[in-house]
């Protein structure tokens, strides 16, 4: 069976591991309102021919 999780997610969440006393103060509404100010544009899912 092939591994559904890759090198970068496993890194991300070792590092989130070891750092687990800076992530447990994070204020996940900002980061949340952040990601959503970022990626607030619209991709088309279905180009026109």
């Known amino acids: 069976l ?7 997610r ?3 969440l ?3 591991s070891i750092e ?3 992530v447990r103060r ?3 509404s900002d980061l949340v ?3 959503a ?3 607030s544009r ?3 899912m279905f180009s026109k021919c």
């Open 2 to 8: 092939r591994s559904t999780m890759g090198q970068e």
């Open 10 to 12: 496993l890194n991300s």
């Open 14 to 16: 070792a590092l989130m």
């Open 20 to 22: 687990s006393d800076v």
């Open 26 to 28: 994070l204020d996940f």
């Open 33 to 35: 309102k952040d990601f």
């Open 37 to 39: 100010a970022k990626k």
């Open 42 to 44: 619209k991709v088309s």
